[in-house]
């Protein structure tokens, strides 16, 4: 073999052993992300005894319009469902339509801080510390894609991470024990948490770790007792949790508007729709 078949061959080994390491290392090197939907919820406000996450809207649980658009975007690699031990009605969710991305895990805790912490600990082999992990409630069925997406972008370099919200607009009164107001609270600067919540996963264990199950209703409660200041990006009011049958009826008005609006945007080749 000549020079060149020499040199040919060491630059075919060198880079079979380039895409080798990147391969192993990359995880380490770009962060990743993923999602992870509490949904191991039993009770029900609305009294019939179904979890609200399978309540159904538009024919499907809840539960499925929560995942969809986390599983359609093309950054996050698989979306996490953190189901009680004992549920049996998570096959009516995992669908062809959701993708190859949904991976259930049996270890809901007792509250909802409980359900993230197991799930995180659940997924530690498959996620890197720097990864990032955007928590969603299985009851919030109308995130948009702009939304979302718009979370993505503005946190990619973040140092604390952030959350969606959106700015409370009405006056808020703090009552007394007998339902009169005690107090007028001034709504400037105040605004409403909604999810996704979008955190790194080592800040999010440790955020977690540090203030038990019970301690807070939300990740960024929690990281905040880090002392880190997670970042508010603007949400939309569509992507209301549903709480109460009235919440149900708004949500599936909020759905058929949006899939009116893509059908007719795909009928003309409108892509902003
Ligand atoms: O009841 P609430 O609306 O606050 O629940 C928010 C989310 O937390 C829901 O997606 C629910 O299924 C989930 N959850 C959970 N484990 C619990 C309680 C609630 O995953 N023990």
Redesign the pocket.
């Known amino acids: 073999m000549g020079l060149g078949g020499l040199r040919f061959k060491g630059m075919t080994i060198l880079r079979r052993w380039y895409n080798y390491l990147l391969r192993l290392y990359s995880p380490y090197l770009v962060p990743r992300y993923f999602a992870l939907?509490?949904?191991?919820?039993?009770?029900s406000r609305f009294g019939n005894g179904t979890?609200?996450?399978y309540w159904t809207l538009g024919g499907k649980p809840l539960l499925y319009h929560?995942l969809r658009e986390l599983a359609a975007h093309r950054f996050i690699d698989q979306v996490f469902v953190?189901l009680?031990p004992d549920d049996a009605q998570f096959s009516s969710v995992a669908s062809e339509t959701l993708g190859g991305k949904i991976r259930p895990l049996f270890c809901?805790?007792?509250?909802?801080a409980?359900?993230?912490h197991n799930g995180l600990l659940a997924v530690r082999d498959a996620v890197a510390n720097d990864d990032w992990m955007l928590v969603h409630?299985?009851?919030r069925p109308c995130l948009s894609a702009g939304a979302l997406e718009r979370l993505i972008h503005e946190l990619a370099a973040d140092e604390a991470g952030g959350l969606l919200a959106i700015p409370v607009a009405d006056t808020l009164k703090r009552s007394d024990d007998q339902a009169r107001v005690a107090a007028t609270v001034h709504r400037d600067g105040l605004w409403q948490a909604q999810t996704p919540q979008m955190f790194r996963y080592s800040v999010l264990c440790a955020a977690l770790d540090a203030c038990g199950p019970a301690a807070v209703?939300d990740e960024a409660g929690a990281v905040e007792k880090l002392g880190l200041k997670p970042k508010l990006v603007m949400g939309e009011a569509r992507n209301l949790?549903v709480?109460y049958p009235d919440d149900l009826e708004l949500a599936a008005l909020i759905l058929e508007n949006a899939w009116t609006s893509q059908e007719r945007g795909a009928a003309t080749g409108d892509k902003s729709q």
Do not use: E, H, N
């Open positions: 939907v509490p949904a191991a919820g039993s009770g979890p609200k996450q929560a953190v009680a809901g805790g007792q509250t909802r409980a359900s993230v409630d299985a009851a209703t949790k709480t």
